[in-house]
């Protein structure tokens, strides 16, 4: 799945693509470039906030790799509403969805502090910030947890 989500990710026009931890081994294998996750077990707020360091002050568009649905077309339109009045532009389904989600790197400072202030709510920090909302189609950003889930 990993590697269906990067091809998404490479068709929008991104680049770099890298995963944030995971098994280093296995990921390169499907080519991808592994950035050690600076808060291993600490979910997915540290997540985003290693891919925005990692980032060296650029913005980054961050997506759990198991939405296997993820396509191009979605990237790009939560990409290009990351404009210059927003911290974030997120993916909506009925809710949001911050793991499909652009981050500008002016939202870092306010993530990192909530971070080491203990806070792991991620869509606690969306609410704090200045957001575009992107509605997208709820089978694009459908999570599978297990092989199994791709047959349903």
């Not at 949001?96 to 991620?122: H, I, K, Q, T």
Request: charged share 20%; hydrophobic share 50%; with cysteine.
């Amino acid at each position: 799945m990993a590697a269906r989500v990067a091809a998404a990710l490479r068709a929008a026009g991104c680049s770099p693509v890298f995963a944030v931890g995971g098994d280093a081994t296995r990921l390169a294998a499907l080519g991808l470039e592994v950035v050690a996750d600076g808060f291993p077990g600490e979910g997915p707020l540290g997540g985003v906030i290693t891919a925005l360091e990692a980032a060296g002050g650029r913005s980054v568009m961050v997506v759990a790799c198991d939405l296997p649905q993820l396509s191009s077309p979605t990237v790009v339109a939560v990409a290009a509403s990351l404009r210059s009045d927003v911290d974030v532009a997120v993916a909506v389904t009925p809710r949001w969805e911050p793991l499909c989600a652009a981050w500008s790197f002016r939202a870092l400072a306010v993530l990192r502090a909530a971070f080491d202030a203990g806070d792991r709510d991620l869509r606690g920090r969306i609410a704090t910030l200045r957001r575009s909302e992107v509605a997208i189609p709820e089978q694009d950003l459908r999570n599978v947890n297990a092989p199994s889930d791709l047959d349903q």
